[in-house]
């Protein structure tokens, strides 16, 4: 297994990380057996690093990822996250990130986890991160219950901004993890974080390889913010694969891991049949022609659009047009009667 650093200050982790999101069941039911499999067999086969968050079922990911590592934490770089705790429930306050941090360490039987995160740094003030929750989470790396400690979220501007208001503060933020900003649709992160990560030391955590699913066979779950546009050209780039016998998602893989210098790509990976999918497209040969390809046709089909999420003060620009526009086609829906149609 290649490994890339963290951050600067370390650990060494795998350049192919566990996403544990699926075992809070937010994709659909995975049983306590398969989840203790996958994250047993995501570690014989040289997985070491995990990422959850007590808003992944509501700690049911945490709970199962504790008690798969359980004489096996030696063995795992285990991350976890603070401020997000439902689809519409947020709390970034300090007595919330102490409160959410001792409950992640009972759920994942350790005494201190290797990162710790804002979850969706979009979804509250730049000043409330920068001025109460950075400063509760630094308390608890002082107080040895977490190494490292990083931010999230899908709006680069936000999260760039939020990096430099740190190091303006003397505030430390050793990683910054975004997704569906570094694949085959989209490769902003690279263009908008990645230089500003390697000058201060950040590590990059590239989220979501799939898109959130929009890069598979199968296609995006309904509620995936992707436009039909978008499903519809990686619809059509899921059949150019097919018919040269390659998944998409093993093109979309591999074009995320072979990004040298990039830190670590985190895919969900819920049952051992997909940790072992995901393990074997790694040492798969590589498609170069396709890939430029399956690329040129995302473009075109318009599958790297941006989706407003969070505070519209914290949007970037492209998001804030996508609203633009879905806020345009519900107002043609509303004048043309449609609605009443199609309820
Ligand atoms: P993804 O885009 O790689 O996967 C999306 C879906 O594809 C999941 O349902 C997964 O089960 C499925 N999948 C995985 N491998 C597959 C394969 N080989 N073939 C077919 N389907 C496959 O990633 P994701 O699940 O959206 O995100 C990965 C992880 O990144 C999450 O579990 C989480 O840890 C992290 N993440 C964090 C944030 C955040 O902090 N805001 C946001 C998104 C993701």
Same mark, same amino acid.
């Given at each position: 297994m290649i490994t890339v650093p963290l951050s600067a200050k370390g650990p060494a982790v795998s350049v192919l990380g566990f996403g544990a999101s699926p075992l809070g069941n937010v994709f659909g039911d995975v049983s306590w057996l398969e989840a203790e499999s996958a994250v047993h067999d995501a570690l014989d086969g040289?997985?070491?690093?995990?990422?959850?968050?007590?808003?992944?079922?509501?700690?049911?990911?945490?709970?199962?990822?504790?008690?798969?590592?359980?004489?096996?934490?030696?063995?795992?770089?285990?991350?976890?996250?603070c401020g997000r705790y439902g689809a519409d429930n947020f709390d970034f306050s300090a007595g919330m990130v102490r409160r959410s941090v001792e409950g992640s360490l009972l759920r994942?039987?350790?005494?201190?986890?290797?990162?710790?995160?804002?979850?969706?740094?979009?979804?509250?003030?730049?000043?409330?991160?920068?001025?109460?929750?950075?400063?509760?989470?630094?308390?608890?790396?002082?107080?040895?219950?977490?190494?490292l400690i990083g931010i999230t979220g899908y709006q680069l501007?936000?999260?760039? $901004? *939020? #990096?430099?208001? /740190?190091? %303006?503060? &003397?505030?430390?933020?050793?990683?910054?993890?975004?997704?569906?900003?570094?694949? !085959?649709?989209?490769?902003?992160?690279?263009? $908008? *974080? #990645?230089?500003? /990560?390697? %000058?201060? &030391?950040?590590?990059?955590?590239?989220?979501?390889?799939?898109?959130?699913?929009? !890069?598979?066979?199968?296609g995006a779950p309904a509620w995936h913010p992707a436009s039909e546009r978008a499903r519809l050209a990686?619809?059509?780039?899921?059949?150019?694969?097919?018919?040269?016998?390659?998944?998409?998602?093993?093109?979309?893989?591999?074009?995320?891991?072979?990004?040298?210098?990039?830190?670590?790509?985190?895919?969900?990976?819920?049952?051992a049949e997909l940790v072992k999918k995901n393990l074997d497209a790694m040492a798969a040969s590589r498609h170069p022609e396709l890939t430029l390809r399956v690329r040129a046709l995302l473009r075109l089909g318009g599958a790297g659009e941006l989706w407003p999420s969070g505070l519209p003060e914290n949007w970037d620009t492209e998001a804030r047009e996508r609203a633009g526009a879905i806020a345009a086609e519900q107002d043609i829906v509303r004048e043309s009667g449609l609605e009443e149609v199609y309820p």
């Open positions: 040289g997985i070491n690093f995990f990422d959850t968050s007590p808003y992944y079922g509501r700690g049911l990911s945490e709970e199962r990822l504790g008690r798969a590592l359980l004489g096996r934490r030696d063995r795992a770089v285990v991350a976890t996250k994942l039987r350790t005494d201190c986890v290797d990162l710790l995160q804002a979850h969706d740094c979009e979804f509250t003030s730049v000043t409330q991160i920068l001025e109460e929750t950075l400063p509760a989470m630094e308390r608890c790396r002082a107080e040895g219950k977490t190494r501007g936000n999260l760039l $901004r *939020l #990096a430099v208001g /740190a190091r %303006e503060r &003397g505030l430390q933020i050793d990683c910054i993890l975004s997704y569906c900003r570094y694949d !085959l649709a989209n490769t902003s992160m690279e263009t $908008r *974080l #990645a230089g500003y /990560a390697a %000058e201060h &030391g950040i590590g990059l955590i590239n989220g979501s390889p799939l898109h959130m699913g929009l !890069l598979t066979t199968e990686c619809a059509e780039a899921a059949r150019l694969c097919a018919a040269e016998s390659v998944a998409l998602e093993e093109v979309a893989l591999q074009f995320c891991l072979d990004r040298e210098g990039f830190g670590l790509t985190l895919t969900g990976m819920g049952t």
